[in-house]
């Protein structure tokens, strides 16, 4: 079908097809010219291209129908108070026909301008809700800062292209609002677990959101699978009030029937609600319930948990009930029970004994049941250890030569114990309860200490310390050392041991040193003489109740040789390395001998050397020197106390001995 149609002044034909709608021309409300007079207006100024004035013109005359699309989407969602921008993209096709663009609000069934652009200005309309709150940029989007609530609604762009037509799209706008935190409040009434229905624990509110959130009971992080029906065991109310400002307020009631085991777990509730960018939710804080519940089982304390005699002991109960109870201790010792003071819930007994050991209890009355006594008890020990028994008893004297001698330590105790002796405080001789000694001797003497204690409990232990004495004749170990000071001197130092305590005697000009030592029964004696004579003789004579020993020494000037006779005295060091120079001495001389003998013999074979007696030579003798040396001859095994004599000597020496 044909049809004229008007075109920049001038009347064409143009095909239309039967299902194309023709679009009403939108009037503009600040101007009332045609779309006709707009187009000649445009035309007259110039300001339409000669390209698209011209396609204007050939696409109806060959039967091609214009066409103005709009892109938008069809939802769009925002926050309130936040800012929003709606796109609108036309595509027309045939370019730069773009003559106006509009925004429209949708009020029921009827809409509102909000915003006008033509080719020549653009504007925005005045006395609606959206003259502060708009802008459109150079891509026809059209910006709402800030959202409020009523903006949820449809908004329509509407574009007109001249002869190609005009266009629309409806965006809807959904608008959300974020719930406050939600406030939970607690029932300050204590709730009985003997109840027989479900009682209010607590209520949950949460304001201003959109649209209404949901509220969502907690327990220990696991979600109350509650429901809005009244039962016997668990339920909530829920209630939407919608405010002044349109947005929602929820509260919540939880009614609950609580158990003893509820007593330390924790309630709140949460919100949900719906936003643009997904669900959001948040949560209250976390409350106890009060709840009350009949005491059930009582525990009984013992403080300190390993007691021992002369401890302070303290008994504690404590029930298992959220009510009123009252406390009685008792204990029972040879099948009768008697009952203890006490003072709320503990009860204390000074300075314990083993005695005090046996069973003590607890009884606990609930003043709100008013039902049966509940009880309990525990079964006391009270550690103890006995002053410690020496086997055989002191005093402990015992004779040299004595043969597998033993010395028991035992102490009564509550539990297992360990023993231990030690010498001196702090060499450990034996590991166990009892000191063996197989042969005794001198230096078995001395004090011993054993230890008893109680591995189990703390700083329990017994300790008690003997004196060992040896008794026996006297026993000597001498030490002779010769030195030059102004002339030959001689030291004699001797050890004399016994039980009892030897008297030491010596010849001679003078006395000697004595030091006594009574702890290990031992006196050293220490004579110093100058060598004046060709003979010296020296006996130091030890004497107690049980024998005598004596040491003798005599010394030779002339053949300065001293010969000893008694008790060995011990290896001297000076005595030691002249008898090793002179042995080396010898050996030297005859390797020498016998290197003379061999160049001699082979002389004497290839006839180099005459025989007779004429051949003879006298061979003179070195001079002799009349050096002063003492050698100690002593045979005699070597004792202990040569470190002892080693280091009295070693104080006495003079700067110049030699």
Same mark, same amino acid.
């Given at each position: 079908m044909r049809r004229l149609v008007p075109v920049g002044g001038v009347w064409l034909f143009s095909s239309a097809s039967p299902h194309s709608r023709?679009?009403?021309?939108?009037v503009s409300h600040s101007s009332s010219s045609a779309l006709g007079g707009n187009m000649s207006s445009a035309v007259n100024s110039g300001r339409a291209s000669v390209i698209g004035s011209l396609l204007a013109l050939l696409l109806p005359i060959s039967g091609i129908i214009a066409t103005v699309h709009l892109s938008t989407p069809p939802v769009m969602e925002a926050e309130i108070k936040k800012a929003i921008s709606i796109p609108c993209v036309p595509k027309i096709s045939i370019p730069n026909t773009l003559k106006y663009i509009q925004?429209?609000?949708?009020?029921?069934?009827?809409?509102?301008? *909000?915003?006008?652009?033509?080719?020549?200005?653009?504007?925005?309309?005045?006395?609606?809700?959206?003259?502060?709150?708009?802008?459109?940029?150079?891509?026809?989007?059209?910006?709402?800062?800030?959202?409020?609530?009523e903006d949820e609604r449809n908004f329509v762009c509407q574009v007109g292209a001249g002869s190609t037509g005009s266009g629309e799209a409806t965006t809807l706008l959904k608008v959300y609002g974020a719930a406050e935190t939600p406030q939970i409040q607690k029932n300050d009434?204590?709730?009985?677990?003997? /109840?027989?229905?479900?009682? /209010?624990?607590?209520?949950?509110?949460?304001?201003?959101?959109?649209?209404?959130?949901? *509220?969502?009971?907690?327990?220990?992080?696991n979600p109350l699978q509650v429901t809005s029906q009244i039962n016997n065991k668990m339920y909530a109310t829920f209630q939407a009030t919608q405010e002044a400002s349109g947005l929602y307020t929820i509260s919540s009631r939880l009614y609950y029937l609580p158990e003893k085991k509820d007593k330390d777990s924790k309630f709140y509730c949460e919100v949900s609600y719906r936003m643009p960018t997904g669900v959001e939710k948040e949560e209250s804080e976390r409350i106890n319930i009060s709840?009350?519940?009949?005491? /059930?089982?009582?525990?009984?304390?013992?403080?300190?948990?390993?007691?021992?005699?002369?401890?302070?002991?303290?008994?504690?109960?404590?029930?298992?009930?959220?009510?009123?109870?009252?406390?009685?201790?008792?204990?029972?010792?040879?099948?009768?029970?008697?009952?203890?003071?006490?003072?709320?819930?503990?009860?204390?007994?000074?300075?314990?004994?083993?005695?005090?050991?046996?069973?003590?209890?607890c009884r606990v009355l609930d003043l709100d049941l008013l039902l049966d006594q509940i009880y309990n008890n525990v079964t006391v020990t009270v550690n103890y250890l006995d002053p410690i028994v020496l086997k055989p008893k002191a005093p402990h004297i015992l004779t040299v030569g004595d043969k597998n001698v033993s010395i028991s330590c035992e102490a009564g105790a509550s539990q297992p114990t360990k023993a231990a002796w030690t010498k001196h405080k702090k060499t450990i001789v034996s590991s166990r309860n009892v000191l063996h000694l197989p042969v005794v001797t001198y230096n078995d003497a001395g004090n011993y200490s054993c230890k008893v204690t109680m591995?189990?409990?703390?700083?329990?232990?017994?300790?008690?310390? *003997?004196?060992?004495?040896?008794?026996?004749?006297?026993?000597?170990?001498?030490?002779? /050392?010769?030195?030059?000071?102004?002339?030959?001197?001689?030291?004699?130092?001797?050890?004399?041991?016994?039980?009892p305590m030897p008297k030491v005697a010596c010849n001679g000009e003078k006395e000697p040193t004595l030091k006594y030592h009574h702890q290990k029964n031992y006196v050293v004696s220490e004579l110093i003489l100058p060598l004046t004579v060709e003979e010296l003789k020296l006996t130091c004579n030890g004497t107690n109740a049980l024998g005598s020993k004596a040491h003798s020494v005599t010394l030779e000037r002339g053949s300065l040789l001293v010969s000893t006779t008694g008790p060995s005295t011990t290896d001297m060091s000076h005595a030691k390395s002249s008898g090793g120079v002179v042995i080396v001495v010898i050996i030297v001389?005859?390797?020498?001998?016998?290197?003379?003998?061999?160049?001699?013999?082979?002389?004497?074979?290839?006839?180099?050397?005459?025989?007779?007696?004429?051949?003879?030579?006298?061979?003179?003798?070195?001079?002799?020197?009349?050096?002063?040396?003492?050698?100690?001859?002593?045979?005699?095994?070597?004792?202990?106390e040569t470190m002892l004599l080693q280091g009295v000597n070693g104080e006495k020496k003079p700067p110049n001995h030699q």
């Amino acid at each position: 079908m044909r049809r004229l149609v008007p075109v920049g002044g001038v009347w064409l034909f143009s095909s239309a097809s039967p299902h194309s709608r023709a679009l009403p021309l939108p009037v503009s409300h600040s101007s009332s010219s045609a779309l006709g007079g707009n187009m000649s207006s445009a035309v007259n100024s110039g300001r339409a291209s000669v390209i698209g004035s011209l396609l204007a013109l050939l696409l109806p005359i060959s039967g091609i129908i214009a066409t103005v699309h709009l892109s938008t989407p069809p939802v769009m969602e925002a926050e309130i108070k936040k800012a929003i921008s709606i796109p609108c993209v036309p595509k027309i096709s045939i370019p730069n026909t773009l003559k106006y663009i509009q925004w429209f609000v949708m009020e029921k069934n009827n809409r509102q301008r *909000i915003y006008f652009q033509d080719m020549e200005a653009s504007s925005i309309d005045v006395d609606t809700g959206y003259t502060h709150r708009i802008s459109v940029d150079k891509n026809y989007s059209l910006t709402i800062d800030p959202v409020k609530l009523e903006d949820e609604r449809n908004f329509v762009c509407q574009v007109g292209a001249g002869s190609t037509g005009s266009g629309e799209a409806t965006t809807l706008l959904k608008v959300y609002g974020a719930a406050e935190t939600p406030q939970i409040q607690k029932n300050d009434v204590a709730i009985s677990v003997m /109840e027989k229905s479900p009682a /209010e624990v607590a209520q949950c509110i949460t304001r201003n959101g959109y649209p209404v959130p949901k *509220i969502t009971w907690y327990k220990d992080s696991n979600p109350l699978q509650v429901t809005s029906q009244i039962n016997n065991k668990m339920y909530a109310t829920f209630q939407a009030t919608q405010e002044a400002s349109g947005l929602y307020t929820i509260s919540s009631r939880l009614y609950y029937l609580p158990e003893k085991k509820d007593k330390d777990s924790k309630f709140y509730c949460e919100v949900s609600y719906r936003m643009p960018t997904g669900v959001e939710k948040e949560e209250s804080e976390r409350i106890n319930i009060s709840i009350t519940y009949p005491t /059930e089982n009582v525990e009984i304390q013992i403080r300190p948990r390993m007691l021992k005699e002369m401890d302070n002991m303290t008994l504690e109960c404590q029930s298992d009930g959220s009510s009123s109870v009252e406390y009685t201790f008792y204990r029972q010792l040879d099948g009768v029970i008697e009952d203890i003071d006490s003072q709320g819930n503990t009860a204390v007994i000074n300075g314990v004994t083993r005695s005090d050991s046996g069973v003590y209890g607890c009884r606990v009355l609930d003043l709100d049941l008013l039902l049966d006594q509940i009880y309990n008890n525990v079964t006391v020990t009270v550690n103890y250890l006995d002053p410690i028994v020496l086997k055989p008893k002191a005093p402990h004297i015992l004779t040299v030569g004595d043969k597998n001698v033993s010395i028991s330590c035992e102490a009564g105790a509550s539990q297992p114990t360990k023993a231990a002796w030690t010498k001196h405080k702090k060499t450990i001789v034996s590991s166990r309860n009892v000191l063996h000694l197989p042969v005794v001797t001198y230096n078995d003497a001395g004090n011993y200490s054993c230890k008893v204690t109680m591995p189990s409990v703390k700083n329990m232990s017994r300790q008690k310390t *003997i004196s060992i004495v040896v008794k026996g004749p006297p026993q000597v170990n001498c030490a002779m /050392e010769t030195f030059h000071n102004n002339g030959p001197h001689v030291n004699l130092t001797c050890v004399f041991k016994g039980y009892p305590m030897p008297k030491v005697a010596c010849n001679g000009e003078k006395e000697p040193t004595l030091k006594y030592h009574h702890q290990k029964n031992y006196v050293v004696s220490e004579l110093i003489l100058p060598l004046t004579v060709e003979e010296l003789k020296l006996t130091c004579n030890g004497t107690n109740a049980l024998g005598s020993k004596a040491h003798s020494v005599t010394l030779e000037r002339g053949s300065l040789l001293v010969s000893t006779t008694g008790p060995s005295t011990t290896d001297m060091s000076h005595a030691k390395s002249s008898g090793g120079v002179v042995i080396v001495v010898i050996i030297v001389c005859i390797l020498l001998i016998a290197i003379l003998g061999a160049v001699l013999y082979f002389l004497y074979k290839k006839g180099k050397i005459p025989c007779g007696r004429s051949g003879k030579q006298n061979i003179a003798q070195p001079e002799v020197h009349d050096n002063s040396v003492v050698e100690a001859k002593d045979n005699q095994k070597v004792p202990e106390e040569t470190m002892l004599l080693q280091g009295v000597n070693g104080e006495k020496k003079p700067p110049n001995h030699q």
